[in-house]
């Protein structure tokens, strides 16, 4: 999650924006976002719709993303 923490701070993306677009608690969020909990795929998708990012760059663990290149 570190490289989508480094995404919502380069934009400015407050955690209360994202639980609000999740309709989640911010508590939630930030859990999700420092790695002690998973983002359900369902948030994946409604995050890089929202946003116009991959999933591949910002969700996946880098070891997946050199195995798939």
Do not use: W
């Not at 994946?44 to 999933?55: D, E, L, R």
Request: net charge positive; proline share 1%.
């Amino acid at each position: 999650m570190l490289k989508f923490k480094g995404y919502c701070a380069e934009n400015r993306i407050k955690q209360a924006e994202l639980a609000k677009l999740l309709g989640l608690t911010i508590q939630s969020i930030n859990n999700k976002i420092n790695g002690r909990q998973e983002f359900s795929l369902t948030e994946v998708k409604t995050i890089c719709s929202h946003y116009g990012i991959s999933a591949d760059v910002y969700f996946l663990p880098d070891s997946c993303e050199k195995e798939t290149r």
